[in-house]
């Protein structure tokens, strides 16, 4: 289900505690979406992606957490590459990947953030330069 409602006078602060509450509370995704209202006003719709036993609980939360008047669901459908992880030995530590696969077939792959960050700050390098070095080491280890 998918249950969304828009917001023009709520302090921007006060979104972040919103999310982090729609996922401690089971949400499978939460994203906020500018847009414009009625009179042309600025406002963000917030979109929230649960299971349809979760649904009574995220419309209470987002009425009783944000100060909108009403929210609307609608029923959708989801498809998913399976997933699986590895992890990869590089020069800044292990970082574990994140593998899509399709008919048991390796189509993606996608180092985890978290743990490149700590890699890239603790040895004092660019992020990207972490990402850069396990996919390397992602595509030396498939050719050996």
């Known amino acids: 289900v998918v249950i969304e409602c828009n917001?023009?006078?709520m302090p921007a602060e006060q979104f972040d505690f919103v999310?982090?509450?729609l996922f401690a509370e089971g949400a499978m995704d939460v994203y906020l979406t500018s847009i414009l209202m009625k009179k042309n006003r600025p406002a963000t719709k917030i979109s929230v992606l649960c299971k349809?036993?979760?649904e009574q609980k995220?419309?209470?939360l987002l009425l009783t957490e944000t100060t909108t008047?009403?929210?609307r669901s609608y029923q959708v459908s989801k498809s998913m590459l399976e997933r699986s992880f590895i992890t990869v030995d590089t020069?800044?530590?292990s970082i574990e990947v994140?593998?899509?696969l399709l008919?048991?077939?390796v189509i993606k792959i996608k180092p985890e953030y978290d743990q490149c960050k700590k890699a890239a700050l603790k040895n004092k390098v660019s992020i990207a330069e972490v990402i850069k070095e396990t996919k390397h080491q992602i595509k030396k280890e498939k050719n050996d």
């Open 7 to 9: 917001i023009d006078d």
């Open 19 to 21: 999310m982090e509450r």
């Open 52 to 54: 349809v036993v979760d």
């Open 58 to 60: 995220m419309t209470h």
């Open 69 to 71: 008047l009403g929210v």
């Open 91 to 93: 020069k800044y530590g």
């Open 98 to 100: 994140k593998q899509g």
């Open 103 to 105: 008919n048991g077939e």
